[in-house]
């Protein structure tokens, strides 16, 4: 593949991009729609929004189909990648537009945001599959957790920072105009990429490609692939936001009786800010971290998974002890803000050599169905994060029932975090390093 397509640096630009308008698209209804709930209704219930939540990512879980006929469906012209990335992207927009336009007043308002969230991410989802089939077909392996590392960084910053930061500026009552232009910023994300020179386009057998597609449920060693990469997604969302609850429940912020989030200081304009401060902290560990691991997995993969799960378990044990001995404003921000950056470091590092390795081995396994596998790998990451979304939910709702003390709960939560990590781990270290890392390390071990 190295041979093949001559890496212009553009490309990164145009990846990096794309993910960082990636980032509102998925960022805005995260970060911004629960402040909104709140400014209409006056509360939030906290396991309705995760369920929300939960069915707008749905399609982030079944992104493969799309795959499968990137893969195998395009045109000489515009190529295998472009058409799917253009046409998803725009009718994700759609939609964009249609919730700037109409967002009811009541209670309905969870199921019409549920539903408006199902489809936008649906079309991010579909075109996201495409753009990463077209990311494996021409950077190459010696660069490819740097580009990583750069695109996760964008994503985040636009999912942390852009569509919470317009907010902050244009006010609750303008939130539609944020709608549009995330809409805008989605199409003009998903036409750029029609610059990238594709690699030519191969005629592969009907047959052939169904043989090989029945492998990704035969082969045992894809199996250990799917486990490790569903228990390492279960954290990513789901702790987030319960350590944010936990910062500002310290700083009297916010309240949390059974599973209803009030108010306690200011509105809902105000709670943004705070989650905003919150969420920021978490971007520039997301930059640190992103970029840290880009690096050093483009020297040894798997020396840089080791210390990256090592150093998230013990985060996930020890994270909120501390907001549950203080309660004085200051010190709870200043921990609370140490505690995000950390985390947005040590998720995103995860995320990068992750979504690294994955890609090594969709175009070790299958070289002619990269962009199918590595869509049923992201897949089944989003699978992870939305089953580990609807855990934390339920764990909240079963232990209310028994536990008053909120830091508890989410201790308990966040222990759940932990194990579901180390079992990932150890599933990872079964999978043979020889279809991943780096020609060089291995010359390395072989002589040692």
């Not at 970029?291 to 840089?304: A, Y």
């Not at 150093?311 to 907001?323: A, G, M, S």
Request: aromatic share 16%; glycine share 8%.
């Amino acid at each position: 593949m190295d041979d093949q397509v001559n890496y212009n640096k553009s490309y990164t630009f145009i990846f990096s991009l794309f993910y960082f308008c990636q980032g509102f698209v998925q960022g805005v209804p995260f970060l911004v729609w629960k402040p909104y709930i709140q400014e209409i209704l006056g509360t939030v219930d906290i396991a309705l929004w995760l369920t929300v939540y939960a069915i707008g990512n749905f399609p982030w879980a079944i992104k493969m189909i799309v795959g499968i006929f990137n893969d195998k469906i395009g045109t000489k012209k515009y190529g295998r990648r472009f058409p799917w990335i253009i046409s998803f992207g725009t009718f994700g927009a759609i939609w964009w537009f249609i919730l700037a336009y109409y967002v009811p007043s009541d209670e309905s308002i969870y199921l019409w945001l549920a539903f408006i969230y199902f489809m936008t991410q649906l079309g991010m989802a579909f075109a996201d599959t495409a753009l990463d089939g077209l990311i494996l077909d021409v950077t190459p392996k010696r660069k490819l957790a740097r580009v990583q590392g750069y695109t996760w960084t964008l994503m985040f910053l636009g999912y942390g920072v852009g569509g919470m930061l317009l907010t902050l500026i244009l006010g609750m009552e303008n939130v539609y105009i944020v709608h549009i232009i995330t809409g805008i910023l989605m199409i003009l994300s998903c036409i750029l990429p029609y610059r990238i020179k594709e690699p030519e386009l191969k005629d592969i057998a009907i047959r052939e490609f169904g043989k090989e597609l029945v492998t990704f449920a035969t082969k045992k060693q894809n199996w250990k692939v799917y486990l490790y990469t569903f228990l390492a997604a279960f954290q990513g969302i789901m702790l987030l936001d319960f350590i944010t609850y936990v910062v500002l429940i310290s700083m009297n912020i916010i309240t949390v009786q059974d599973t209803i989030l009030s108010i306690t200081q200011g509105g809902a304009l105000e709670l943004l800010g705070w989650s905003s401060i919150f969420y920021f902290a978490s971007g520039v560990g997301t930059v640190i971290g992103s970029l840290i691991s880009g690096k050093f997995g483009d020297k040894s993969r798997k020396n840089t998974i080791k210390w990256v799960f090592f150093l998230f378990i013990p985060y996930c044990l020890i994270v909120i002890i501390p907001f549950s001995l203080i309660g004085e404003f200051l010190i709870a921000l200043v921990f609370g803000i140490i505690a995000l950056v950390l985390f947005g470091a040590i998720q995103n590092a995860l995320v990068v050599v992750n979504q690294t390795i994955r890609g090594d081995l969709a175009r070790k396994y299958y070289p002619n169905l990269k962009s199918t596998y590595f869509a049923l790998l992201v897949s089944i990451i989003n699978a992870g994060q939305n089953v580990g979304t609807l855990i934390g939910a339920a764990l909240l709702s079963f232990l209310v029932l028994f536990i008053a003390n909120f830091y508890i709960i989410v201790f308990i939560i966040s222990t759940f975090c932990a194990i579901s990590l180390a079992i990932s781990y150890f599933l990872f270290r079964t999978i043979d390093p020889l279809d991943y890392e780096l020609e060089v390390e291995i010359h390395k071990e072989s002589h040692l």
